[in-house]
């Protein structure tokens, strides 16, 4: 055998060993991926479709499933809409969690959806003892009598009774989470709602019983009112739901009602813009203060209301100042 011959044959014998190494690195790297899927897919999944509900539930939880939040940060919970990726999460969800009430207007078909296929689903609001509008006579919002309030989370006090519902349906619902868990991560957010309950009474206290009227952009803040011991005036837009228009008739008549009560501040939701409550400025020729709460939605992270508990407090400080003129 020639010597070019011999060093073709230890090049291929040498290579062998290399190609088959690379062959079973090859499929050890697909198994170990296809585990890896395979852990994905089976982590449980919780879908929540307002990102104020999503923060309890992701405190509630903790790491013990996947929680995926629908609503962006500062978006509006009555127009929001889902992309078709989104709407296939509700389908394989084990649990989805949603405001209801009506508040998620273009969202509740595909929750209803996701209940018809067999994934369990709990109703939020109408577990809170919800409150109805008013009548348009006593300052609320007229043509919805009778209807259910789905802001119930504007009360501290039914937004701890609906955690402990919702730490239920995931212990019950959401196969491999830990109850122990579940049940030490709520009783540490419960605490933390009453005082943030305690805290707010406090700071409510600080507004004259003679102040304590309320206007805002649309009707959100009847359970605040109800739990603290306010009277809802009106409202710039006389719904519960942003996406109602005022008439000029209604514009005057909480003029009217404003000038009554001796009212000069609106209090409106950062989400939306604050057009109609300028115009109500204008309509009262301005010394009207227009105030910006987040009443609907978190922020996004850092921006002063990215938490249920940061959201309350930011939104309590803002209306002391509003009605004190502090």
């Excluded at 020639?2 to 090049?11: F, M, Y």
């Excluded at 809409?81 to 998620?104: F, I, R, T, W």
């Excluded at 919805?144 to 212990?171: C, N, S, Y």
């Excluded at 813009?273 to 709460?293: D, I, N, Q």
């Amino acid at each position: 055998m020639s010597r070019t011959a011999a060093k073709r044959r230890a090049r291929a014998g040498s290579a062998r060993p290399r190609h088959l190494i690379a062959g079973l690195l090859a499929i050890a790297t697909a198994v170990t991926a296809t585990a890896c899927t395979a852990t994905d897919d089976d982590r449980p999944s919780i879908v929540v479709t307002t990102n104020i509900l999503g923060d309890v539930t992701r405190e509630m939880v903790g790491d013990e499933a996947d929680v995926t939040v629908l609503m962006k940060p500062d978006a509006d919970p009555h127009s929001f809409g889902l992309s078709a990726v989104q709407a296939a999460e509700l389908e394989h969800a084990d649990l989805v969690v949603y405001n209801g009430l009506g508040l998620e207007e273009n969202v509740l078909r595909h929750v209803e959806a996701a209940r018809e296929s067999g994934v369990a689903t709990f109703a939020a609001g109408e577990a809170a003892d919800p409150l109805t509008f008013r009548t348009a006579d006593d300052g609320g919002p007229e043509g919805e009598e009778g209807q259910p309030d789905p802001h119930f989370w504007t009360d501290p006090d039914r937004m701890h009774k609906v955690t402990g519902l919702i730490a239920d349906q995931v212990i019950e619902h959401v196969d491999s989470v830990d109850p122990g868990t579940i049940r030490a991560n709520t009783d540490r957010y419960l605490k933390q709602l009453l005082d943030l309950t305690d805290w707010m009474q406090k700071s409510f206290g600080r507004v004259s019983p003679d102040h304590r009227a309320l206007v805002t952009n649309h009707h959100v803040f009847g359970y605040l009112a109800d739990r603290f011991g306010f009277q809802v005036i009106g409202a710039v837009i006389p719904s519960g739901s942003t996406l109602a228009s005022p008439s000029s008739s209604d514009l005057r008549s909480l003029t009217k009602a404003m000038e009554g009560a001796g009212v000069r501040t609106v209090f409106a939701d950062s989400s939306q813009p604050k057009r109609l409550a300028e115009v109500l400025r204008t309509e009262m020729g301005g010394g009207v203060r227009v105030v910006e709460l987040h009443s609907e939605s978190l922020t996004a992270k850092g921006a002063g209301a990215d938490t249920y508990l940061r959201m309350m407090r930011v939104n309590t400080t803002a209306m002391v100042t509003g009605l004190t003129g502090d």
